[in-house]
């Protein structure tokens, strides 16, 4: 696979990201096969593995640490903090306290001396970001982290971070992880243009939005999926804005087929085709998955098919709102001036 530069890092990245969320309970807890995906990705030209502290409790990092073993070096490795880890209140956030703690247990897990990419999972919204960047930049400076990342932060939040990152002469976040795919477009209004104009790399998670662009959902088998892990709301196949999207779905099948490629390849291919994009988190449960996935990395999408998509899904639309992951809290009763 060709490379594209990390932001302004200097470090170059295959425009697929391997994700692991999907290695261990949460998805395959066949350790070996997990492992044996890993190592076809790498084969396979992707240099870029991410994970987090939260995915299985700690097993994906562990399948990640074992898979590395012996290649290490050849590998850009990132993982998250933030969400919660178990009951405890102060086992989660972007506390310098929970931050010193926890990359510990990263660092344990994934069998490394340092992260090439430490990234806040989401935002706090009652917790400083000076205190999550100063914790972060003395991890750069100790030398357990090499760069600084975050994930589901709204346009407002990016430029917070780094005004703060530039007058408290912190370390900065030189990359973003934003939600991003056809049907899941919001980014596209502010998120990708703000971290483009900082020299950001963005990661984007989630470019066949949770499943619905893989063919798995369509009109003649309408039922949602069985997982507690996913929010009822994305997947209510009653609800009108799910009903929107798998018309949305039938329409760019057809477009796939005329284009003589798969849906999940167009659908990956839409992500890395924007030039605001570095790379796509691609996270297989399968080795069959893996490989549906890897040749979008080499199909440049023609101008008539972008059209296209752009007829079928305007650019900055999000079809349902509950597939959004960020940004959101002001509007929310609670934040409301009634």
Known sequence: MDCRPLGRTGVQVSPLCLGAMMFGPWGTDDRADAIRIIHRALDAGINVVDTADVYSAGVSEEIVGEALQGRR????????????MDDDVNHRGGSRRWIMREVENSLRRLRTDHLDLYQVHRPSADIDVEETLGALTDLVRQGKVRYLGSSSYSGSQIVEAQWAARERHLERFVTEQPPYSILVR??????LATTQRHGMGTLTYSPLS????SGRYRKDAPSAPASSRRPSARFDM????????????????????????S????????????????????????MEQLESYLPAADITLTDDVLDRIDEIVAPGVTLNPDDNSYGDRELQPASRRR
């Not at 919001?186 to 998120?191: A, L, M, N």
């Not at 999207?245 to 477009?255: G, P």
Request: aromatic share 4%; hydrophobic share 50%; no cysteine.
């Open 238 to 261: 009653s609800a009108p804005a799910n009903q929107r999207k798998l018309d949305v779905v039938e329409d760019l099948a057809q477009l796939a087929e005329s284009a003589g490629m």
């Open 263 to 286: 849906l999940i390849e167009l659908s990956i291919a839409f992500v890395i085709n924007h030039p605001g994009v570095t790379a796509a988190i691609v996270g297989p449960r399968t």
């Open 210 to 213: 949770g499943g619905w662009l």
């Open 73 to 84: 070096d050849d590998v850009v490795l990132a993982t998250k903090f933030a969400l919660p």
């Open 186 to 191: 919001g980014i596209e209004e502010d998120v």
